[in-house]
């Protein structure tokens, strides 16, 4: 992979304005973490500019220092809801609901195109069915900086995991890798199948 990893600096923005929603006092101690060249790439970006992976590999590592795991997990899996109710992503989750019926499965087969949405030339993702209720993400030819980063990852499995909040269901997601030989992840979803749908957020 040659070309420079971006990515949308709208998804950077939303993840940095769901901080100060879920905890301004926390929104504040990761902005006086950050360095200041890389708070002023995220604030001065256009939403839809592509920016370095960089600056969002940082903002998550700095997330994770000042809020602990399990608080930063949470606060991430929250933020699934707040990304789908924003112009960019909106359309995805109400085109999903019209072909697939809203039905979980189908929906998250189209995962691939809501990374390739937001990233660029980090990396491609495949959806891998295991049966009912399983399926992996797996994400190849990922950029070093992610690659290299066990809280980004972590952060990106409880991102998945909020799809599960939207269907309303219980379930799980297991992290393998990162291995950097290959440069590859995969996550692991599992969950009850029957009655899964995603739900649209609404604003309120």
């Given at each position: 992979m040659s070309a420079t990893p971006?990515?949308?600096?709208?998804?950077?923005?939303?993840?940095?304005?769901?901080?100060?929603?879920?905890?301004?006092?926390?929104?504040?101690?990761?902005r006086e973490r950050l360095k200041r060249d890389t708070l002023r790439a995220i604030d001065s970006a256009s939403p839809l500019a592509l920016v370095s992976v960089d600056l969002d590999v940082e903002l998550t590592e700095c997330f994770f220092a000042v809020a602990g795991w399990e608080r930063a997990q949470a606060a991430l899996r929250e933020n699934v809801r707040r990304s789908f109710d924003q112009p960019l992503l909106r359309p995805l989750l109400d085109g999903a609901r019209a072909i697939f019926g809203g039905s979980l499965m189908k929906s998250l087969s189209w995962a691939p195109r809501v990374w390739n949405l937001i990233y660029r030339d980090a990396g491609e993702m495949a959806v891998r069915e295991r049966g009912p209720g399983r399926l992996c993400l797996e994400v190849t030819d990922i950029p070093l900086a992610?690659?290299?980063?066990?809280?980004?990852?972590?952060?990106?499995?409880?991102?998945?995991?909020?799809?599960?909040?939207?269907?309303?269901?219980?379930?799980?997601?297991?992290?393998?890798?990162?291995?950097?030989?290959?440069?590859?992840?995969?996550?692991?979803?599992?969950?009850?199948?029957?009655?899964?749908?995603?739900?649209?957020?609404?604003?309120?």
């Open positions: 971006r990515m949308l600096a709208g998804f950077v923005q939303s993840a940095l304005d769901a901080i100060d929603d879920f905890d301004c006092d926390l929104g504040r101690e990761v992610i690659g290299a980063s066990r809280n980004y990852l972590a952060g990106s499995a409880a991102t998945f995991a909020g799809f599960f909040d939207l269907a309303g269901v219980e379930g799980k997601v297991d992290l393998e890798g990162p291995d950097l030989a290959t440069r590859s992840a995969a996550f692991f979803l599992s969950w009850a199948e029957v009655g899964a749908a995603l739900r649209v957020p609404r604003s309120a």
